[in-house]
């Protein structure tokens, strides 16, 4: 990524959290090596490279950064080291370290790469998400610590809670009544948060329940770019390519219509958005329902709807039944594919060509892009080098691989979150 494109990145991403608060006091002046980090900025566990410097250092000397986080369940850990340039300044967005797992400047690869215990989706989400995790840096000069810094890094669990949306509050739809008393949950709902009143876009959120991509972290994520989001819970299978539960059109237009008669959503910019196993049937909703749908994001997955098996039935069910479904998810056949062309929004596609999980996701994508056409603000990002977990929002120290491809894939992170930010809220000012 280059500096300009990492501090558009940033400032999308501070203008987003913004709505949430911030924290700091303006520093005092120091004397000798310390940190200097930017004031009055509110930082998250979802973290774009922020700006972070160590200063008053020897030039030439050899400074090795050393970040923990003690958390329960254990320790945190990671490291870099650098040569100190003639400024006597380490910026960590622009002087490369000599050794560290990631081998580009990268103010936020002492966070991302960090390594801990193995810890259940429940206890990471509640980590990362639910607390205010304190990463503490320290800058070790032949063997002494120089200066050091803690990062208080709030999960954005901290600053919203979703409302449960019960079934039958969701009524139904001219063309898909619904009569039927249901007090199961159908979802969760974060409100619009942002300068976009008294409407704003939303999303559908065909839930990934894998660890990092799942709705504790892509909700309130998508929720601070201000604007609406409604998640419905997707059981995935063990291949992480299908989906093991099934939902109805009759829910879906359901859905939409619950979305479309609030006052703070706006009725015509509604998006849909699913990864891996879910991207499917964000896609086909996208397609099926394109007189009510704006857009559409997807990464990782197939761009046809997939059967719940290679010998199983249909995701999705209508009045008359089943909807028809691939069973291949290996080959492409343009015949499956979401018909896009019919969005009249932006379609945000991202996919890695060493996707470990689904191999052909990028022949998928290039099917489905090359039936869409061109429009002018769709987003199509393929990566090299990066494994499949692209949707996990940037910052996370979940589910990387090791080096190299650690910091490719959280470049695609970035890429694939700025491309969807950026939409929204070009959306929402629009």
């Known amino acids: 990524m280059t500096r300009h494109a990492r501090t558009a990145a940033v400032g999308l991403l501070l203008a987003a959290l913004a709505l949430a608060g911030c924290s700091g006091e303006p520093q005092r002046a120091q004397v000798g090596p310390h940190f200097v980090t930017a004031p ?3 930082l998250s566990t979802v973290l774009w490279p922020p700006p972070l410097s160590l200063v008053g250092l020897t030039p030439g000397s050899r ?5 923990r986080v003690d958390a329960p369940g254990g320790r945190w850990e990671s490291d870099a080291t650098y040569t100190v340039p003639s400024t006597g300044i380490i910026d960590l967005n622009a002087v490369r370290p000599q050794l560290a797992p990631f081998g580009t400047p990268d103010s936020a690869g002492l966070i991302w790469s960090l390594q ?3 810890l259940a989706p429940d206890a990471a989400a509640r980590l990362w998400t639910e607390s205010t ?3 503490h840096i320290a800058a070790v000069d032949d063997g002494r610590v120089v200066a050091s810094t803690v990062l208080e890094l709030a999960g954005l669990g901290t600053v919203m809670t979703p409302l449960v949306v019960l079934a039958d509050e969701l009524g139904g739809t001219p063309a898909n009544p619904s009569t039927a008393e249901d007090d199961s949950p159908a979802g969760l709902f974060y409100d619009p948060r942002g300068p976009f009143h008294p409407q704003a876009p939303a999303v559908i959120v065909f839930d990934d329940d894998s660890t990092g991509a799942s709705e504790p972290y892509v909700g309130p994520l998508l929720a601070l770019f201000g604007i ?3 998640v419905v819970p997707v059981e995935r299978a063990a291949d992480q390519v299908h989906v093991s539960s099934t939902i109805t059109t009759g829910k879906i237009g359901a859905i939409i219509g619950w979305l479309q008669g609030r006052f703070d959503v706006d009725q015509k910019h509604i998006f849909v958005y699913g990864s891996s196993q879910s991207e ?12 009510h749908i704006y857009g559409a994001f997807g990464a990782g997955g197939a761009t046809a709807l997939l059967c719940r098996s290679p010998e199983g039935a249909s995701t999705i069910f209508d009045a008359s039944g089943p909807v028809p479904c691939e069973r291949n998810s290996q080959t492409v056949f343009d015949s499956s594919v979401a018909p896009l062309s019919g969005i ?11 996707d470990e999980v689904l191999p052909s996701a990028c022949d998928w994508q290039d099917a489905a892009m090359r039936l869409r056409g061109r429009h ?9 080098g990066a494994a499949h977990a692209i949707t996990v929002p940037p910052g996370l120290p979940l589910e990387l691989p090791p080096a190299p491809a650690a910091q490719a894939t959280e470049r695609a992170r970035v890429a694939f979150w700025e491309a969807v930010g950026r939409t929204l809220v070009r959306t929402a000012r629009s």
Do not use: K, M
């Open 280 to 291: 499917p049937l964000a896609l086909w909703t996208a397609a099926h329902f394109r007189s």
């Open 40 to 42: 009055l900025v509110y």
């Open 228 to 230: 609406g989001v409604f």
């Open 344 to 354: 009249a929004g932006p379609v945000v596609l991202a996919c890695t060509r060493s």
């Open 376 to 384: 002018p603000d769709d987003v199509d990002i393929r990566v090299d």
């Open 63 to 67: 400074i090795q950064l050393e970040a």
């Open 133 to 135: 995790v304190g990463v």
């Open 116 to 118: 801990g215990p193995d």
